[in-house]
C-alpha cells in the first residue's frame, strides 16, 4: 500500500484523544506494520517530558488494531466504522527505558505471529525516530469484536 492509500486514523480505531497515540502510518505488509505516534505533552499520564513505558504497550496494541483493521477492508466495505478491539494478553514484555519521551515521535512496530478467528498475537516494537534502541517490546494477543464499535 502507499502512504496515500491509507485511511485516517480516526476511521481505523475508536480511540480518541488523550488515547489516541498513533499518528499515522508509514509502512504495511501483510503480516507487518509501522506507525508513527507520540505521547503529547501535557498528557495526564506524564510527568514533565516522560511517561510511562506501559504506554508503549498500548501505542502497540493500537499499530496492531490499524493493521487487523487494515486487513479487514480489503475484505469489508470501506465505509463500515472501526470495530472495538481488545488487548487480552501481555507476555514477555520488556521496558529498555524507564520512560517514554514525551513530545517526540516513535515508531511502532507490530508484526503478527498468528491468528484464530478473532483472537490474534503480535510482536510490538516501540523506538524513538532518530535512534535504534528498542524502548519497549512485548507479545501482545487481542480479540477483535465481530460488530462495528457503537
Known amino acids: 500500500m502507499s502512504q496515500a492509500s491509507f485511511p485516517p486514523i480516526e476511521q481505523m480505531l475508536p480511540h480518541r484523544d488523550p488515547f489516541l497515540f498513533i499518528e499515522s502510518v508509514c509502512d504495511v505488509l501483510e503480516n507487518r506494520i509501522v506507525c508513527r505516534g507520540k505521547i503529547k505533552e501535557g498528557h495526564?499520564?506524564?510527568?514533565?517530558?516522560?511517561?510511562?513505558?506501559?504506554?508503549g504497550i498500548e501505542m502497540g496494541a493500537q499499530a496492531a488494531g490499524i493493521h487487523a483493521a487494515l486487513q479487514l477492508r480489503e475484505t469489508e466495505?470501506?465505509?463500515?466504522?472501526?470495530?472495538?478491539?481488545?488487548?487480552?494478553?501481555?507476555?514477555?514484555?520488556?521496558?529498555?527505558?524507564?520512560?517514554?519521551?514525551v513530545g517526540c515521535t516513535l515508531f511502532i512496530e507490530a508484526i503478527a505471529l498468528g491468528a484464530s478467528g478473532p483472537?490474534?498475537?503480535?510482536?510490538?516494537?516501540?523506538?524513538?525516530?532518530?535512534?535504534?534502541?528498542?524502548?519497549v517490546e512485548a507479545r501482545i494477543s487481542t480479540w477483535a469484536t465481530e460488530e462495528p464499535n457503537p
Do not use: M
Open 44 to 55: 495526564y499520564l506524564t510527568r514533565g517530558r516522560e511517561a510511562l513505558p506501559i504506554l
Open 77 to 101: 466495505s470501506t465505509e463500515s466504522p472501526p470495530r472495538a478491539g481488545y488487548l487480552v494478553g501481555i507476555r514477555q514484555a520488556r521496558f529498555h527505558a524507564n520512560a517514554l519521551p
Open 119 to 135: 483472537l490474534a498475537t503480535y510482536r510490538i516494537l516501540v523506538r524513538e525516530e532518530s535512534k535504534e534502541d528498542t524502548l
